[in-house]
């Protein structure tokens, strides 16, 4: 676990305890998701276009309206062995 995310057990602080900052850990938390979400973003606009122009004739973008990705899937442009490449260009 990040020591971060370690609250101290008491008010007592000792050297080996961590003080947390003024933000709550679910704060943190919820901001760090949502850095993820635009980095993922960011590195694959194409699967992103993709998925946007898939969700306009399908629920939820896909074939399968059981399945679902946050924030949205990564496209598949080909396979080899056990490698896929995604549209965006990633093995």
């Given amino acids: 676990m990040s020591p971060a995310l ?8 000792t050297n080996d305890t961590i003080k947390l900052p003024a933000r709550s850990i ?3 938390i919820a901001e760090a998701l949502e850095a993820a979400k635009i980095r993922f973003a960011e590195r ?10 898939s969700v306009k004739s399908l629920p939820g973008g896909n074939t399968r309206s059981l399945l679902h990705t946050t924030p949205f899937p990564v496209f598949v ?3 080899k062995g056990y490698q896929i490449t995604s549209e965006d260009g990633h093995t």
């Fill in 6 to 13: 370690i609250a101290p057990t008491s008010e007592k602080e």
């Fill in 44 to 53: 694959n606009k194409t699967s992103l276009k993709l998925h946007e122009e």
């Fill in 26 to 28: 679910r704060e943190n």
């Fill in 77 to 79: 442009k080909s396979g």
